[in-house]
């Protein structure tokens, strides 16, 4: 059973650039999480997913970032226009459709923006 | 603010000891998980333990719960060199779906 599949696993942007971060949850897995994490942090929520629906974006900046969970395919959390203080580590975690059951997470990527 | 809490923030001990982190929380919560990260990696789940349940085993982890004064400990005995890695407690709010972490415990195991 594969995991959580995160790529790219670094990723380097110049400021204005787009980033494009795609997730593939765990087989069996509904529910998609994408959190950010700085460094010497913890993890920050940012967007929970059900396939083709956004039920939770209270952690996403208002400007810039978009998520989505197609019908089909991957989890992808887009940046739009990078800024130097976007560079951090950010993980997807899937979970199944039950409630307390854990998330499992993805090894993430890492964003550099120049 | 933080939701979750680790105390100690760093803790250096030698193999074989036994490692105590401890997690503070603020709201009600349906669950309470811990979680290891080694050096850029991503997290591994160690243990959930419910908010009605107050002690759970895992080889040689130990979680408890005290929901009473929002706090959780993790005890992990026997320490290796291998436990090195940074320990994160995450709550999952009741009527939320998403984890709140907290700021992390960094364990180092000396040979």
């Known amino acids: 059973n594969a995991g959580v599949m995160q790529n790219p696993r670094h990723l380097v942007r110049r400021r204005g650039q787009e980033a494009r971060l795609r997730c593939s949850p765990m087989?069996?897995?509904?529910?998609v999480y994408w959190y950010r994490q700085l460094p010497e942090e913890g993890l920050k929520f940012m967007v929970y997913?059900?396939?083709?629906?956004?039920?939770?974006e209270s952690g996403m900046p208002k400007e810039r970032f978009s998520a989505e969970f197609p019908k089909e395919g991957p989890s992808i959390l887009r940046i739009q226009q990078v800024v130097r203080g976007d560079s951090a580590a950010y993980f997807c975690?899937?979970?199944?459709?039950?409630?307390?059951?854990?998330?499992?997470f993805g090894d993430g990527t890492r964003l550099s923006i120049l | 603010s933080q939701q979750g809490e680790e105390d100690p923030q760093a803790l250096s001990i030698q193999e074989g000891e036994n490692a105590t982190m401890n997690c503070s929380y603020k709201t009600s919560i349906n669950n309470l998980q811990w979680y290891r990260q080694n050096s850029g990696r991503g997290l591994v789940h160690l243990i959930l333990?419910?908010?009605?349940?107050r002690e759970k085993h895992s080889g040689r982890l130990r979680v408890t719960l005290d929901t009473s004064k929002k706090s959780s400990s993790l005890l992990i005995t026997a320490s290796r060199a291998a436990d090195t890695a940074s320990y994160f407690c995450a709550t999952d709010v009741r009527n939320t779906d998403k984890l709140i972490f907290g700021t992390g415990t960094r364990l180092q195991v000396f040979p």
């Open positions: 975690a899937s979970s199944q459709t039950l409630t307390n059951q854990p998330q499992h």
């Open positions: 087989k069996g897995h509904s529910h």
């Open positions: 997913l059900q396939k083709e629906n956004i039920i939770d």
């Open positions: 333990i419910r908010s009605n349940e």
